[in-house]
């Protein structure tokens, strides 16, 4: 099975910044993208922003310019630099993976992977 682990949320006051990872396990052959998305309180699921393998990110127009993402190719890890944070910007950040994992003995599979999320506060 391949799992994702999120670290590094927290409370910070507006105008400060955090840096989330995403840490993968199991059995991945390949990463076709890895991305951030976040869900506020009442609110839908939404992108932050993604990485695609080979490919350039993609931002949510609300952390342009803020926000940035990057990878560890040797590590198969993600992270979400966060910066000028805004009471806004508080929401559970989940870390998504698109991959080809092995989901049995030789059964290699395309798969959709979730992390369990981790909560940032941004607030005075």
């Known amino acids: 099975q391949v799992q994702l682990v999120e670290s590094g949320g927290g409370l910070v006051q507006p105008g400060g910044s955090l840096r989330l990872s995403c840490a993968t396990s199991g059995s991945i052959f390949r990463i076709n993208s890895l991305g951030w998305y976040r869900q506020a309180p009442g609110k839908e699921r939404a992108l932050v922003a993604v990485?695609?393998?080979?490919?350039?990110?993609n931002y949510a127009d609300f952390v342009k310019g803020r926000f940035t993402i990057s990878r560890d190719s040797t590590k198969n890890a993600v992270y979400l630099q966060m910066n000028r944070l805004i009471p806004e910007d508080t929401a559970v950040y989940y870390c998504n993976a698109h991959v080809v994992g092995g989901v049995g003995p030789y059964d290699y599979r395309d798969l959709e992977v979730w992390g369990q999320g981790t909560l940032v506060t941004v607030s005075s």
């Open positions: 990485i695609p393998t080979g490919g350039s990110t």
